[in-house]
């Protein structure tokens, strides 16, 4: 793993899908075998394969709270602000501090338990909400697509959250058809859970065909869907599934949002606020 400190000269970042985002830092070891995020390499210059590099992210200036007042800040969309490195560097933690009595609505978006260390700050904010992605109840399929908190871990995290009255969202995503049991994450976790976002498997990134290879692998008998869908593009399958997870929802009092035509919602001015888009 290659470490490295930069300065930078200010953590808030005018955001297309916040108003403003704050990325800690620059790169993520959980490597998430489908990460979008990895498309940063691009404008950093890192040579390093994705997860393999982390830039922690110092910053002498202080946050510009009145800049925020009224505003969405979304922490963190292309790093996992509570990735292993906080626990030392305490940048994230340094950062909440100076929100606490910011007039903003706070959305963090984490997959490590890590999170529970700073809920002594997260408690005496009074607009924050915590995403946590969970696409399966499967430890084996979980361990094979990234390297952050286990699911049970996860979890007990939001369950956590939610007794200390903390806004928790489960952010199904991304869900792998055919693999991703919707419905028993929905069962198992509903008492503990505000609101939930389901979003599909985009396979727009570089990590195609080696999401595609790992199906084909692990899960033969449905790659025939994924063959469909993702290099034929016949989408309908997907439409379906969405449609059901729409219906079991509004039948089961389910608060959700549903982010399965990512391009759509990312164009559409709309929603362009907090909690009505993808990161
Ligand atoms: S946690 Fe998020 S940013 Fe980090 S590797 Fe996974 S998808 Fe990418």
Redesign the pocket.
């Given at each position: 793993m290659i470490v490295k400190e930069k300065e930078v000269k200010d953590y808030l970042t005018k955001s297309k899908i916040g108003e403003y985002a704050i990325n800690p830092y620059v790169g993520?070891?959980?490597?998430?075998r489908?990460?979008?995020?990895?498309f940063m390499k691009r404008f950093t210059n890192h040579p390093e394969e994705?997860?393999e590099f982390i830039d922690i992210k110092i910053c002498d200036k202080k946050i510009d709270t009145k800049k925020i007042e009224g505003k969405n800040v979304f922490m963190?969309s292309?790093?996992?602000c509570y990735?292993p490195y906080e626990a030392k560097y305490k940048i994230t933690r340094n950062i909440l501090e100076q929100l606490i009595d910011a007039n903003c609505r706070l959305q963090i978006?984490?997959?490590n338990k890590l999170i529970l260390r700073d809920l002594d700050l997260l408690k005496q904010m009074k607009n924050v909400s915590v995403a946590m992605?969970v696409n399966t109840l499967d430890e084996n399929f979980r361990k094979d697509m990234?390297k952050?908190s286990s699911i049970k871990e996860r979890l007990e995290t939001l369950k956590t959250l939610n007794e200390n009255r903390i806004y928790t969202i489960l952010f199904m995503s991304p869900i792998f058809i055919g693999i991703t049991d919707w419905k028993a994450i929905i069962e198992e976790t509903k008492t503990y859970i505000n609101e939930y976002w389901f979003e599909d498997l985009n396979l727009r990134g570089s990590y195609k065909y080696d999401i595609l290879r790992y199906v084909k692998e692990h899960y033969s008998n449905i790659y025939p869907i994924y063959e469909n869908i993702y290099i034929k593009g016949n989408r309908q399958q997907l439409f379906d599934m969405d449609n059901e997870i729409r219906d079991y929802c509004n039948k089961n009092d389910i608060n959700y949002s549903d982010y399965f035509h990512h391009e759509e919602v990312i164009n559409n001015k709309e929603n362009k606020k907090l909690g009505k888009n993808n990161w």
């Open positions: 993520c070891p959980h490597k998430c489908y990460c979008y995020a990895s994705w997860g963190s292309v790093t996992d990735n978006s984490t997959k992605s990234d952050a």
